[in-house]
């Protein structure tokens, strides 16, 4: 029996892949490192959280001490890193945190891996990063594997360097590794914070849609179970050392994504058509505010066979759905500091 540390597995896309390789592998034991900040929520694996092969640990990898004796004990044959501080928005507010978390925490964990792992033989650290570290296209052109890396928010700028670190360790102390990085992920169990859940939230609740700037910017979004697969399948199959872009061939601009969501909630809350886009407030643009991001994935097509699934006119359908048949989800994550967040510094140390 193979033993798989996933870090983050209590966050958005760190659930979904708990949840596939909980029930897809019984062979593994699969243990969930995770801090359970404010985006991590143990209601996201309700549905697999008695299950013989899962279990899930309560901690900090930016304690050192603590990732150190955990790698002691559980002696883990793989890792699939996920967890990070992962809003831009927050990373503007309060950048250290992010520093902490996504670059300390990974160095931490590559630590813990280089010093336990005598015998790297069949071990694998799989850090999983965003499309964000290569910065902003124009109209045209696509991010590849081999695009420079060009952050410009706090956010991907730790990103980027938790990636440069992961590739050292790899060139420096042999490392067995291997990097993803992936575009914008929809999906259930999004923290409502993100574009599309906060506004399906907000619709639900007649609240004013913040569209930042004009709208204009692009995002390439990916159905979060789609990303699951890319994992599994890069975690299984992936060559060490290499970088895999994920992405969904999916480009669209804010406002028509947006209006698109309009639609969708005006016809399952039964609103007449154009309630919902009267709540869109064009506010103050994001600082640097990124342009277009967009993914070339061929890579991972022709050497690993993976694709998308998922058409985006049917994921947003269900996700939508999603969000209004889980309130008490809704409810339970956007209780407590939710509700301050807007107005508060984000500080936890
Ligand atoms: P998320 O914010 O939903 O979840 C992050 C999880 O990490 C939470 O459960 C949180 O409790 C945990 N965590 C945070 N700090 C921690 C710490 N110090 N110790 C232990 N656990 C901690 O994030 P997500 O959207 O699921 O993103 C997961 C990963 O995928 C991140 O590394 C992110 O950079 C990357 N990514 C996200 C997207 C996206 O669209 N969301 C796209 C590409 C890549
Ligand atoms: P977001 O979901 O925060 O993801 P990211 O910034 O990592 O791409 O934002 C997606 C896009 O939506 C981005 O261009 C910023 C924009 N946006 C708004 O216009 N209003 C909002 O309230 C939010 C959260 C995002």
């Known amino acids: 029996m193979k033993t798989i540390l996933i870090t983050g597995g209590a966050g958005f896309i760190g659930s979904h892949v708990v949840r596939l390789f909980v029930s897809k592998y019984p062979d593994y034991k699969i243990v969930n490192l995770d801090m359970l900040t404010y985006a991590g929520n143990l209601a996201n694996l309700k549905d697999i959280e008695n299950k013989p092969n899962y279990e899930f640990v309560k901690g900090d990898i930016v304690d050192s001490d603590f990732i150190l004796k955990l790698f002691e004990v559980k002696q883990f044959d793989g890792v699939i890193h996920l967890a990070a501080e992962s809003h831009v928005d927050r990373s503007i507010s309060n950048p250290t945190e992010f520093v902490y978390t996504n670059v300390i925490g990974t160095v931490n964990l590559l630590n813990a891996a280089r010093h336990i792992w005598k015998n790297t033989k069949d071990k694998r650290f799989y850090h999983i990063s965003t499309d964000e570290v290569y910065g ?14 060009d952050p410009h928010s706090p956010y991907s700028a730790s990103k980027a360097s938790s990636d440069h670190f992961v590739r050292a360790y790899h060139d420096t102390f042999e490392l067995p590794v291997v990097i993803s990085n992936c575009s914008n992920n929809y999906g259930s169990f999004q923290f409502p914070e993100k574009l599309i859940p906060l506004f399906i939230h907000n619709i639900k609740n007649n609240k004013p849609l913040p569209v930042y700037g004009k709208g204009e910017n692009v995002r390439d979004w990916l159905w ?23 992405g969904g061939f999916n480009e669209w601009k804010n406002i028509d994504l947006i209006r698109v969501i309009c639609r969708v909630m005006d016809k399952k809350l039964g609103r007449t058509e154009g309630e919902s886009e009267k709540l869109i407030t064009f506010v ?21 066979g993976w694709e998308p699934s998922l058409q985006f006119e049917e994921g947003i359908e269900k996700t939508i759905g999603w969000y209004l048949e889980n309130e008490e989800w809704l409810k339970n994550v956007t209780s407590g500091d939710y509700q301050k967040y807007y107005e508060d510094q984000y500080i936890r140390r």
């Not at 902003?136 to 890396?149: H, P, W």
């Not at 643009?285 to 097509?301: Q, S």
């Open 224 to 246: 979060v179970e789609d990303h699951a697969a890319a994992i599994d399948v890069i975690f299984h199959s992936g060559r060490l050392g290499e970088t895999y872009n994920i």
């Open 136 to 149: 902003s296209l124009g109209q045209e052109g696509m991010f590849t594997e081999e695009t420079r890396y």
């Open 284 to 304: 103050k643009d994001r600082a640097g505010h990124d342009l277009r991001y967009a993914i070339d994935a061929t890579k991972l097509k022709n050497e690993l």
